[in-house]
C-alpha cells in the first residue's frame, strides 16, 4: 500500500484556476477567516484552509486577523494568548487497474527446393523451377493484469488564535514553566497546580535577584494562579504596577515578595513586524487598511 499526501506545497502566492489555496477573506465554501469571543475581553481568530492551503499560511492568516481586528477596534497592539492547530485530515482509498498483452511470436522453419533445365534454356527441355515454404507455428501472448491501491490523505488547515487587544501589555521578564496539581500539593493545600520560576530572565528585566530559579509562584495581588494567563490577569488589574506582592514557596516556606511589570508595547510591536511583513507580502492583503497604514507610518 502506497501513501500519497494530496497537500500541495503553494506558500503565499496567488494563483488563478481551480486549484488554488484559500483566500484571505470572510469565511465562506472554500474557508477564510472568523472571528468569535470567549470572555469580555479574549477573542477568538479562526482561519480555515482548503484542501490546496498550506500550514503555514492558515497559520499565519489566523494571527493577522487578531491583529487586523485590534486596529480596526482602535487599539495600538494585539496580545497573543496562544494558537492552536485544529487541522483536520481525511483519507479517500483508491484502486487503479491494469492490463498487458505480450507480443505474439512465431515459431517456424523455412525451406527452399530448386529445378533447373541442365541443358540450358533455349533447348525447350524443362524450365527453372524455385519454391521455398515455411512450416511452424504462431505463439500469441499471454495477457496478464493487476491492480494498484493507495490512500489519499487531504489536509484541511484550521488554526485558531486567542487573543486580546490591549494598548498596552505589561511583562515580568522572567521564565515561568506550568506545575502540576500533583506536583504542587507538598507546598498548597488546594488542588490547583502552579508555575516554577525557569533559568531565563530578560536582561532587563527587573525582577532579576527577586525571585530565583526553582522558585513557585503561588499568589499574585491575592489571587491563586496556576497559568501564564492567570498571571497576565492579575498583573493587568493591579493598580500599582511597580509593586505586585506575589506570594512565592521557596525551599518549602511561603514568603512575599514585590514584583515589577513593565509595559513591553514597542517591543511586541517589533516582533509583530515580521509577522506582518509577511502577511501583507499576499496580493490580496497588501492594500487591506492595516497594512496600508502601517506601511503610511512606517514611511515618515
Same mark, same amino acid.
Given at each position: ?64 486577523? $487578531?491583529?487586523?481586528?485590534? =486596529? ?5 497592539? /494585539?496580545?497573543? %494568548? +496562544? ?5 483536520? *485530515? ?122 530565583? $530559579?526553582?522558585?513557585?509562584? =503561588? ?5 491563586? /494562579?496556576?497559568? %501564564? +494567563? ?5 498583573? *493587568? ?64
Amino acid at each position: 500500500m502506497r501513501i500519497r499526501s494530496s497537500i500541495l506545497m503553494f506558500s503565499l502566492v496567488y494563483f488563478t484556476g481551480c486549484a488554488t489555496r484559500t483566500k484571505y477573506a470572510p469565511n465562506g465554501e472554500q474557508g477564510g477567516y472568523s472571528l468569535k469571543a470567549t470572555t469580555e475581553k479574549m477573542l477568538v481568530a479562526r482561519f480555515t484552509g482548503n484542501v490546496h492551503t498550506v500550514k503555514k499560511d492558515a497559520s499565519l492568516f489566523s494571527k493577522f486577523r $487578531a491583529y487586523e481586528v485590534c =486596529v480596526e477596534r482602535g487599539f495600538k497592539t /494585539v496580545n497573543y %494568548i +496562544e494558537q492552536r492547530d485544529l487541522t483536520k *485530515e481525511t483519507q479517500v482509498q483508491h484502486t487503479s487497474s491494469y492490463q498487458y498483452q505480450a507480443p505474439t511470436t512465431v515459431n517456424a522453419t523455412a525451406s527452399k527446393s530448386t529445378s533447373y533445365n541442365p541443358y540450358g534454356g533455349g533447348y525447350g527441355i524443362g524450365t527453372l523451377e524455385s519454391n521455398t515454404s515455411t512450416s511452424g507455428t504462431i505463439n500469441h501472448g499471454s495477457k496478464t493484469g493487476g491492480s494498484s491501491t493507495w490512500v489519499e490523505t487531504n489536509s484541511y488547515p484550521v488554526f485558531d488564535t486567542v487573543f486580546t487587544c490591549e494598548n498596552s501589555i505589561y511583562r515580568m521578564g522572567i521564565e515561568m514553566n506550568p506545575v502540576s496539581p500533583a506536583d504542587m500539593r507538598p507546598y498548597v493545600k488546594d488542588l490547583m497546580g502552579g508555575l516554577q520560576v525557569g533559568n531565563n530572565f530578560k536582561p532587563n528585566s527587573p525582577n532579576i535577584g527577586r525571585v530565583t $530559579a526553582g522558585d513557585l509562584i =503561588v499568589k499574585i495581588n491575592g489571587s491563586r /494562579v496556576d497559568n %501564564i +494567563e492567570a498571571v497576565r490577569q492579575a498583573v *493587568e488589574l493591579a493598580n500599582n504596577k511597580d509593586r505586585i506582592e506575589t506570594v512565592l514557596s521557596r525551599e518549602g516556606k511561603h514568603i512575599t515578595v514585590y514584583l515589577q511589570a513593565v509595559n513591553v508595547v514597542s517591543d511586541v510591536d517589533q516582533m509583530l513586524g515580521k509577522m506582518i511583513s509577511a502577511a501583507c507580502s499576499v496580493p490580496e492583503i497588501q492594500k487591506r487598511p492595516a497594512c496600508v497604514n502601517r506601511h503610511t507610518a512606517s514611511a515618515h
